[in-house]
């Protein structure tokens, strides 16, 4: 990865109020067209988050690629870990970031790097990580870009699994959810 980690200095910071919110309907469109995921920030530690959201989210389909320097060649639940996005191999359709906010930028400058030869389509920030900037760079490179979300829980939520274990998804409907992966 880059040596630049937070991105430019606080002088060119920028705001991006469209990333607020997101409307279900877009949170839908990239999960159902997403199929391989690389995971920036991968733990092989059960407890971490980002352990359960790619056991997840492999359980529904997808195809998650750790990245994760410290555990280059081992394997987490099943797929070979990559130093970074360079080494990754192709293709790959998003890049979830788990790492800080402050680490966002560095991730976006390497996706941006790679998105020819993966493929990339979709740079997506975990819960409380958000890098305007990071967004702004992928966004002009042609990315779509989501913030502050989990695809592990937006999935959930959307296809309206989370209301069966007591958790308010949202969604209120009498009508057959859409399935997101076919």
């Known amino acids: 990865m880059t040596e630049n ?3 430019p200095s606080e002088s060119d910071l920028v705001y991006l109020p469209a990333h607020d919110r997101y409307h279900d ?3 839908h469109s990239v999960l159902s067209s997403v199929n391989t995921i690389a995971m ?3 733990s092989a530690l059960w407890r971490r988050p980002s352990y359960y959201a790619m056991n997840y989210l492999q359980k ?3 195809r998650v690629i750790p990245i ?3 555990r280059v060649g081992e394997q ?3 797929e070979t870990v990559y130093a970074s996005l360079t080494d990754c191999p192709a293709p790959v359709d998003m890049v979830d970031v788990f790492q800080s906010s402050e680490r966002a930028y560095a991730v976006a400058e390497e996706a941006v790097a790679n998105k020819d ?3 990339l389509r979709v740079l997506w ?3 409380a990580v958000r890098n305007d900037r990071a967004a702004e760079l992928a966004e002009d490179a042609g990315f779509t870009v989501i913030m502050n979300r989990c695809p592990k829980i937006e999935f959930g939520r959307l296809s309206g699994e989370l209301s069966w274990a007591g958790i308010n998804s949202g969604v209120i409907s009498a009508k057959r959810l859409r399935p997101i992966r076919k």
Do not use: H
Request: net charge neutral; charged share 15%; no cysteine.
């Open 60 to 62: 529904k389909g997808f």
């Open 117 to 119: 030869r993966l493929g």
């Open 68 to 70: 994760n320097p410290t």
């Open 25 to 27: 309907d877009e949170i």
């Open 76 to 78: 987490i639940l099943g």
């Open 125 to 127: 920030m975990q819960l």
């Open 5 to 7: 980690v937070a991105g």
């Open 40 to 42: 920036v920030g991968a």
